[in-house]
């Protein structure tokens, strides 16, 4: 598996960057933005990581790994990517936000060194295009983490 800067149309990526995000809106606009990392092996994309500037430094702003290759450390290895990417960039801090019924990227974003900011209270909306009804694993999906790394 390689890992390298994205510099082809977006659009192609459109599957991908709709595992990370399910609003269409929102995907439409995370799309153009930022510096995208993908994961490729033997020719197929298999994961992507999503860099925006931020005030505090750089927002991890998407990241999906190919459903079939989930739990392979994929997502990891772009995520510690992405944490060089923004230390070799002279950055402060990088942000990542998930959503609080989501324990598992919790977990995830603690085990690399991220900690726990605040909490954004009815984060995923219909007003803000997320369907209504939302669960992850039976959880509603209701509030937004943020978590900080201090690089």
Known sequence: MEIHTHTG???ELRGLFALAEDAPERLAAHLVRGRVLLAVDD???IGHVQLVEAP???ELL???VAEDRQGEG???ALAE???AACRADGLGTLLVATAAASTGNLRF???LGFRMLRVERDAFTVADGYPAGLEIEGIPLRDRVWLSLEL
């Open 9 to 11: 149309p977006r659009d």
């Open 43 to 45: 020719g197929r994309v």
């Open 56 to 58: 505090e430094g750089a």
């Open 62 to 64: 998407t990241m999906a």
């Open 74 to 76: 994929i997502g990891r």
């Open 81 to 83: 990517r992405a944490i």
């Open 109 to 111: 974003y603690q085990r």
